[in-house]
């Protein structure tokens, strides 16, 4: 065989080994290597199964709904944690949402005070004791912007425990503002996951875990001790699934600031 027909070979069989080696790697990779698993993957329902806290995946799957527009992912998430708390239990608390059927639509409906409406919340009625007002919400300043300032759009943290507390519920914000504190507050977390009728929602930012778009709220509903990751279910269901997260990746994630103010997470329950 001649020298040339030789390289031609060897190089033919080093490309054949390097593919194959390639899809080897990505084919028996690490179950735990990538920061992100999707929670209806099999490594995510395998985690779901051996996982030893996780109750609140279950209650708020019940009540689970996406945000109904791009601004309330925090309103989104307080309206599934207040229906999983109220539902079934104390509804006379709860306001019926007039919005849904208007009264020109009614006039066919069983009188007599019936009413056709569930008593449940929705992202409406949720909003109405925002501390900041709708239109802010949006993105409206609520003074005088100074040159330069991003708007600020949706809730921040210290806003959604305001929500939380204007519809009667006890709400404890935890700052993440460095790497010193992450411990503890990760040990409060897994706490809030574990303990009954007490939900959690993680204020973080998509860009830290390479997910298209900026700031984010959602409820994390279970923790896997083995991959020390969390499962944030999304309510911006659209547009990203359900993942789970590596414990220091979340962190990190919600230890970015949002204009100016730390993010976290909130842990809320009846109070």
């Known amino acids: 065989m001649k020298p040339q027909a030789i390289n031609t070979t060897i190089r033919r069989c080093l490309i054949t080994l390097l593919c194959f080696s390639i899809f080897y790697l990505l084919t028996h990779a690490p179950a735990f290597a990538s920061p992100l698993v999707h929670w209806d993957s099999h490594e995510g329902i395998d985690r779901l199964e051996k996982s030893a806290v996780k109750n609140d995946f279950f209650a708020l799957a019940t009540h689970f709904e996406g945000q109904q527009n791009k601004v309330y992912c925090g309103v989104a998430s307080m309206t599934v944690i207040l229906n999983a708390l109220r539902v079934g239990r104390d ?3 709860i306001t019926p949402d007039e919005s849904i059927i208007a009264p020109q639509d009614r006039g ?11 008593e449940r919340y929705t992202q409406n009625t949720v909003v109405d004791l925002s501390p900041k007002t709708k239109l802010e919400i949006m993105g409206k300043p609520r003074k005088e912007k100074e040159k330069g300032q ?16 204007n519809h009667g519920l006890t709400a404890h914000a935890y700052f993440v503002k460095n ?3 992450h411990a503890e507050q990760k040990a ?6 574990a303990s009954q009728d007490t939900y959690a929602i993680v204020n973080y930012s998509r860009v830290v875990l390479d997910q298209a778009g900026s700031g984010h709220f959602s409820p994390v509903v279970a923790y896997h001790k083995a991959s020390d990751s969390f499962l944030i279910m999304d309510v911006s269901n659209t547009f990203q699934t359900w993942v789970w997260v590596d414990s220091d990746k979340i962190f990190e994630a919600m230890s970015i600031k949002d204009n100016g103010n730390s993010r976290g997470f909130l842990v809320v329950s009846e109070a």
Request: net charge negative; hydrophobic share 45%; glycine share 8%.
């Open 188 to 193: 409060s977390l897994i706490d809030a996951l």
């Open 91 to 93: 509804e006379h608390v």
């Open 108 to 118: 066919y409906f069983p009188q007599n005070n019936w009413s056709p409406l569930f």
């Open 150 to 165: 991003a708007s600020d759009y949706g809730l921040g943290l210290s806003d959604l425990a305001g929500l939380a507390k």
């Open 179 to 181: 790497a010193v504190t």
